[in-house]
């Protein structure tokens, strides 16, 4: 099933001598949430590595809304309105949370070095309309009182939402998450899913990589288990829960690795 | 841009203003916060390049070479009004760094810091061996001063002139950082790939800061050419690139205050050690490495720290 | 001169030249190995080589071989010193700090040297016979095949101990990965400190073997030090065999192009070839891309 919206196909990455995915067909269908898991190793960060330009692919073609991704440029790819945040929190250091989401609307701004250094008339307002948009971002993960502080300086959890936040002021099309919840607690977990769902009601789809079976059972229309980098099952989540292959690539971990 | 930058602004412009009456009319010392106001210029721009996009640069004194061969070649050797020899120095010293800013820019740390040696230290050649042009090791004299209806501008004046453009440079880059591109840049250093993945175009931008900086370089060299009237590659070699490296580590990298700072410090330190040529440049190492061993945020961001633990806040 | 008389010429004179880029580039390769830093002031172990050497042999008048070791000491001293005082302490800093700090460091000791000795080069008599031999056309100082031979012994036990020692294995294992190297028991302080003082010894022994021929005074260091750098990068950073290979390699490169094309730019071949590879290659003749793109840059 190809999908006018995001699709792989028969996308392959390897390194060297190490396969990290293999022939993999892969569609999103535009509004829904999917989650793709898989245990440690099956591809899954690769996934969103090609998907967004910062590895290119061995074989197999990305498109999304006719385009073709594979080949652009990271910032390019962007531009098209797909947005990630990462799994280990890639904030802007010496910048404080209010700044890291301002530079999210980078590509809707448009002074270039001259306008910004002259201070010219349009570059003022651009300014003031950036900034208001951000807090407004803040706003929405609930970070407004924030803004002023070092990003770096915000616990764990509030980056990640903070990254959230930032990924937002793209005006993506499409969300990439990596892994939102891992090093949260049950309570940030459960804003996250919360929070994740009214992403959704603004009309965003979203791709999302995760351990936390919970997370992914609860708030998918749809996941996709990779393991060894190929899929080996689709469909909502109470299918793949009973899902006997998916079981057994996941008896292989530890503890609760496992969908419940 | 903030409220800090403003009335540092002006109380540097206060101070720059009254310094002349303040000396007495002093050449020496005029002379002293004319060189330092040139530094500031080159320094200006490589703490754009440094501070702000966490990128590096050892060979910033060949810019100010072209620069001030360009001023100093095209206004004695075919005549040509120094406005327009400053704007060839400009272009000239863009056009270097964008041609070799694209390949050097994509390297890594210490491949990029060595790169730019390299390239600095191609260019000091140049200006060695390129006689017939520049005169060779021996130098290039005869250089005019700047002149408005036949007057020279000199002294005070040049002075004046030096910190105008220093100003004017230091609101643009203000304004710069306080903008999009700044945070583009800032965003950066923080994280390529997430400035990537956010939509910035982290090459194009690293390649402009490269190509601003090295224009502002070029304009203090001709400033500098017009002021010195006699220029001999040796004040563009390696050692002029590590001084302006320098002051900005020194000052500190975090903003463009900093860099100031430690332009004024390194350039007023030397003229102390005046005295004890033997020990100049060892004195200097030392003061260097004690600052970076004990102060590696720079002076400006270690006078603050001192600062805010006397107010008894925790650092 | 007939042109295989010139020819031979240049080639030895590219050999020497050679020599010297080769030990340099080693000890850049030797503290990279082993902490992922690049020396900037590797260039002023060479100058401080050939100035102790001059002092001990011109002023303390003491035998050259006595000179020789006593040099060496020295200079590995300071290498340590440098080490211990301005390197460790700052491991975990940034590395534009940390390429900054070296290159504060080579400004220290220049400073040093040139308050020491003053800006003039300096000589040292030649080892053994001072009578040029005569080669094919070519004349050829005996002084070359101290050089020469010299440094192949060196190279000959460097490759030794990487190879074969287990504390060449060792300080291999540190760059890779410190952290696994310090957890089967490495001492990694150890092998950045020892890396340091055999990076300065190498740097003495190209300094003293070089004075005889090329004189030496207090800033020979830097140009130095870029074309070292220029055959390590170019050898693959990390790979001693590759820049003891690509120092020769670019010695002969500039002896023939001062030669044949113009000596106002020889020094700009090194530089050169330098910026080609950063730009081309950056892990070198030798070096896998792959494994430059995992290391630290």
Redesign the interface.
């Known amino acids: 099933m190809i999908s006018d919206f995001l699709s792989l196909e028969g996308l392959e990455k390897t390194f060297?001598g190490l396969r990290a995915l293999g022939g993999l067909d892969l569609s999103v269908r535009e509004g829904l949430i999917k989650s793709v898991i898989g245990p440690n190793g099956a591809g899954k960060t690769t996934l969103f590595h090609l998907i967004t330009g910062i590895l290119l692919p061995t074989k197999g073609q990305v498109y999304f809304c006719g385009r073709r991704l594979d080949g652009l440029k990271p910032h390019e790819i962007a531009g098209l309105g797909i947005s990630r945040t990462f799994q280990n929190v890639e904030l802007f250091a010496h910048m404080t949370a209010l700044e890291n989401v301002m530079l999210g609307r980078h590509r809707r701004l448009r002074a270039g070095i001259f306008q910004a250094g002259l201070r010219l008339a349009g570059m003022r307002r651009e300014e003031r309309e950036c900034r208001e948009r951000a807090i407004e971002e803040l706003r929405f993960m609930g970070l407004a009182e924030k803004a002023a502080l070092d990003a770096l300086s915000l616990p764990l959890g509030e980056q990640k939402l903070l990254e959230i936040a930032r990924a937002l002021a793209t005006e993506p099309k499409l969300l990439l998450l990596d892994e939102p919840a891992a090093g949260l607690n049950p309570r940030d977990t459960a804003q996250l899913s919360e929070t994740i769902l009214r992403i959704r009601e603004r009309g965003i789809t979203i791709l999302l990589v995760e351990h936390d079976m919970n997370l992914v059972m609860e708030i998918s229309d749809v996941v996709s288990v990779l393991n060894y980098g190929r899929k080996i099952a689709e469909g909502p989540p109470r299918e793949i829960q009973r899902n006997p292959e998916v079981i057994a690539a996941y008896l292989g971990e530890e503890g609760n690795g496992a969908p419940a | 841009m903030k409220k800090m930058d403003r009335i540092a602004l002006f109380f540097l412009a206060l101070a720059i203003g009254v310094f002349p009456w303040g000396v007495g009319g002093n050449q020496y010392f005029i002379s002293l916060l004319v060189f330092l106001g040139l530094n500031a210029i080159a320094t200006m721009g490589l703490s754009l390049l440094?501070g702000y996009a966490g990128q590096?640069s050892?060979g910033h004194a060949a810019f100010f070479g072209v620069g001030a061969y360009s001023s100093g070649i095209l206004t004695t050797q075919y005549g040509l009004p120094p406005l327009l020899a400053f704007f060839v120095g400009i272009f000239l010293s863009a056009l270097i760094a964008l041609v070799?800013g694209k390949?050097?820019l994509r390297?890594?740390?210490?491949?990029m810091?060595?790169?730019t040696?390299?390239?600095g230290?191609?260019l000091y050649?140049?200006f060695?061996?390129v006689a017939p042009l520049t005169g060779g090791p021996s130098g290039l004299s005869g250089i005019p001063p700047l002149a408005v209806g036949g007057v020279a501008i000199e002294g005070t004046s040049f002075l004046y002139l030096v910190w105008g453009v220093a100003f004017l440079l230091l609101v643009f880059s203000l304004n710069v950082i306080n903008s999009r591109v700044g945070r583009a840049l800032r965003a950066v250093h923080g994280s390529e790939r997430a400035a990537n993945a956010m939509g910035v175009d982290a090459a194009r931008y690293k390649l402009q800061v490269f190509v601003l900086s090295a224009v502002y370089a070029s304009m203090a060299g001709s400033l500098y050419a017009h002021f010195v009237s006699f220029i001999s590659p040796n004040a563009f070699g390696?050692m002029f690139s590590?001084l302006l490296?320098?002051m900005v580590?020194v000052g500190g990298?975090q903003t463009i205050w900093g860099a100031l700072l430690g332009t004024g410090i390194l350039t007023l330190l030397p003229e102390y050690l005046r005295g004890l040529e033997?020990?100049?440049?060892?004195?200097?190492?030392?003061i260097?490495?004690s600052v970076?061993?004990f102060m590696?945020q720079g002076v400006l961001e270690g006078i603050r720290r001192i600062g805010t633990r006397r107010k008894g806040q925790v650092a | 001169m007939t042109f295989t008389s010139q020819l031979i010429q240049y080639l030895l004179t590219g050999l020497t030249l050679g020599s010297i880029y080769a030990l340099v580039a080693l000890g850049f390769t030797m503290i990279y190995s082993a902490t992922g830093?690049?020396n900037l002031a590797q260039g002023e172990f060479v100058m401080l080589g050939g100035l102790i050497m001059v002092f001990c042999t011109l002023v303390l008048k003491i035998p050259m071989v006595l000179g020789f070791l006593v040099t060496l000491v020295m200079v590995t001293a300071v290498g340590a010193l440098f080490e211990r005082l301005?390197i460790h302490?700052?491991k975990n800093?940034s590395?534009?700090?940390l390429?900054?700090?070296t290159?504060?460091?080579?400004?220290?000791?220049?400073?040093?040297a040139?308050?020491l000795w003053?800006k003039d080069p300096y000589m040292l008599p030649p080892f053994g016979s001072h009578q040029p031999i005569q080669i094919w056309g070519a004349v050829l100082q005996p002084q070359t095949l101290w050089v020469l031979s010299i440094t192949v012994l060196v190279v000959a036990g460097i490759t030794f101990f990487f190879k074969r020692t287990l504390m060449g294995k060792a300080m291999t294992a540190c760059a890779f990965n410190p952290m696994a190297a310090r957890l089967v028991g490495i001492n990694v302080r150890k092998m950045v400190l020892i890396s340091f003082g055999v990076s300065a010894a190498l740097g003495a022994i190209a300094g003293i073997i070089i004075t005889p021929i090329t004189l030496m005074e207090y800033d020979r260091g830097?140009?130095l030090a870029?074309k070292g750098?220029?055959a390590a990068?170019l050898g693959g950073l990390g790979s001693p065999l590759g820049s003891i290979a690509a120092g020769f390699l670019i010695g002969l490169l500039e002896s023939l192009g001062a030669g044949f094309v113009s000596s106002?730019?020889k020094?700009?071949i090194a530089?050169?070839v330098?910026?080609l590879v950063?730009?081309v290659k950056?892990s070198g003749l030798f070096g896998s891309r792959?494994e430059s793109e995992l290391k630290?840059?």
């Open positions: 060297g | 440094m590096i050892l070799v390949p050097t390297l890594k740390g210490h491949y810091a060595v790169a040696l390299g390239i230290e191609i050649i140049v060695n061996e390696l590590i490296l320098m580590v990298t033997d020990f100049e440049m060892m004195v200097y190492g030392a260097l490495l970076l061993l590696p | 830093i690049i301005a302490p700052l800093a590395l534009i700090t390429i900054i700090i290159l504060a460091g080579s400004i220290l000791f220049r400073g040093v040139m308050f003053g830097p140009l870029l750098f220029s990068v106002g730019y020094d700009a530089l050169f330098l910026l950063l730009w950056p792959e630290k840059f």
